[in-house]
């Protein structure tokens, strides 16, 4: 009986067994079912198209080719509708995108670059709607933004419309791009941007960028309804002035790049909105005057400021006052001589970062540094720049200085991948000869970098030791 019992479980368990194997079979047919979609066609058949299968779709690039070949490898798609994760068209003749060219395909990221593409016909793009979600048109011949194309994309999440020949971003020009999060502009002939260009995506956009094109002033009536915006770059146009208010509206505003304009002074309150600015560069202009009140505003979020390859003649001090969370502060390449008792009182102790580099620094009051406590340790790179450095605690060693015999700064050998201490850095492998008549490199020894650094390890002498702190320099 209890064997009979037993045996009974055990054809039970094979029975359970069984059905198990059975649907976990169905399971896999379903699975190459779903994967089965995922092949790719005969490459005789796709050509001149290459297709390869990805986890999450086809990745489908068609190279050097034109819009008659192009038509017909993806017409070998189109009844077996695979999920298109990429199509990459590169290097293509493809002047004008006609309707419906691809209808019934699933295209999720679509790029068309370098291939002439100088028009989108209203419905060629209209069949992508529910799938696309990246639009990359960048390196074509599009003189203006083709928003009649693209107002079905109510997916669509990024699009890249750089190195275009776009002169004007009309009213609108997004309108139906509900979804998009980052639209790039960049290296186009943009002059003018009417008021309402962005309306309909001022909700979701969080990147935009605007770099290398012509405006001659912040575009502020367009701007004021970003007010979701965290990144706005506009570097590399040709802005002469801002004025208080250009950038109101942009209340999220988290990074803000005005490099490389033509900007010559920093007005009072002219960030003021953006108080939860984090990094603000303004490097690369022809500022001079900085307003005591420029950075009003930004106390409490601004931690990256850069300012270098400007004329400004002297530590912005007051401005820079407030700024109680600084920590990154980039003055390199200006013409700064004089650094005053106060210079970094009250913000210095939380700069970790500091670049005074390639100024004209001839006077530096002995105390200076104090204020800057919380210099990180940063490692020095091995360079021509830093020769002078042995020399110099050669010197103080030559007086006795009690600092010198204690500090062994060292510096990191990146074609080695060593580090070395800098009385001892492989001058004969670091090809240094020759240099000294470089501006940016030898002579430096003789001005103020020389003196700045006798007196910083002077200073440090008198200052708290455990947290030494070490000037940044640059290698370029
Ligand atoms: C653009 O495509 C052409 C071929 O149509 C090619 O010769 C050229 O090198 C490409 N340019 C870039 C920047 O890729
Ligand atoms: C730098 O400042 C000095 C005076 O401090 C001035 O004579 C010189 O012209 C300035 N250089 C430039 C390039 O503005």
Same mark, same amino acid.
């Not at 106060?342 to 700069?351: Q, V």
């Given at each position: 009986m209890l064997s009979d019992g037993v045996e009974r479980l055990f054809s039970l368990a094979s029975l359970l067994g069984l059905l198990l194997l059975i649907s976990s079979n169905a399971i896999l047919v379903l699975g190459q079912q779903q994967a089965q979609q995922q092949v790719c066609p005969e490459q005789n058949v796709i050509a001149p198209c290459i297709c390869t299968v990805k986890k999450n779709g086809l990745d489908i690039l068609c190279e050097t080719t034109d819009l008659v070949h192009i038509t017909k490898s993806l017409g070998t798609l189109k009844d077996k509708s695979p999920i298109i994760f990429y199509l990459k068209l590169r290097h293509n003749n493809l002047p004008k995108l006609q309707g419906f060219v691809f209808l019934a395909l699933d295209i999720r990221h679509l790029t068309i670059h370098n291939s002439s593409l100088a028009a989108i016909e209203e419905s060629a793009l209209s069949s992508l709607g529910k799938g696309l979600t990246q639009l990359d048109v960048s390196l074509n011949q599009m003189k203006t933004v083709p928003s009649l194309a693209l107002k079905? +994309? =109510?997916? +669509?999440l990024i699009l890249n419309l750089n190195h275009n020949k776009i002169t004007v971003l009309h009213n609108n020009a997004f309108d139906g791009l509900d979804t998009l999060e980052i639209l790039t502009l960049y290296e186009?002939?943009?002059n003018t941007i009417e008021p309402e260009a962005f309306r309909g995506i001022e909700k979701k956009l969080k990147r935009l960028n605007l770099g290398g094109n012509e405006l001659t002033a912040v575009p502020q009536k367009a701007l004021s309804i970003l007010d979701n915006l965290k990144k706005l770059e506009v570097q590399e146009n040709k802005i002469k002035t801002i004025r208080e208010g250009d950038f109101a509206g942009l209340e999220n505003l988290d990074s803000l790049i005005l490099a490389h304009n033509m900007i010559t002074a920093v007005p009072a309150n002219v960030f003021s909105h953006l108080t939860l600015l984090n990094s603000l560069e303004l490097e690369g202009n022809k500022i001079v005057n900085i307003d005591k009140d420029a950075f009003k505003g930004l106390e409490e979020n601004l931690q990256y400021l850069r300012l270098g390859d400007n004329n400004i003649h002297a530590i912005p001090s007051e401005a820079l006052r407030p700024l109680h969370r600084l920590r990154h502060l980039d003055l390199r390449n200006n013409n700064i001589s004089v650094i005053n008792d !106060?210079? =970094?009182?009250?913000?210095? !102790?939380? +700069?970790t970062f500091l670049n005074l580099q390639k100024n004209d620094i001839k006077i530096l009051p002995s105390m200076i540094f104090e204020n800057l406590n919380s210099l990180e340790n940063n490692p020095l790179v091995c360079s021509c720049e830093l020769t002078w450095f042995p020399k110099l605690l050669q010197e103080l060693k030559n007086r006795d200085d009690e600092m010198a015999q204690k500090k062994k700064p060292v510096c990191h050998m990146s074609v080695e991948n060593r580090e070395y201490y800098v009385q001892a850095m492989p001058l004969e492998k670091m090809h240094c000869a020759g240099l000294q008549t470089d501006g940016a490199g030898l002579n430096l020894l003789d001005n103020g970098v020389l003196l700045m650094w006798t007196l910083l390890l002077v200073v440090l002498g008198t200052v708290n030791m455990h947290d030494v702190m070490m000037m940044f320099l640059c290698t370029f």
């Open positions: 079905h +994309l =109510f997916h +669509l186009n002939k943009i !106060d210079a =970094f009182t009250g913000y210095g !102790d939380s +700069l």
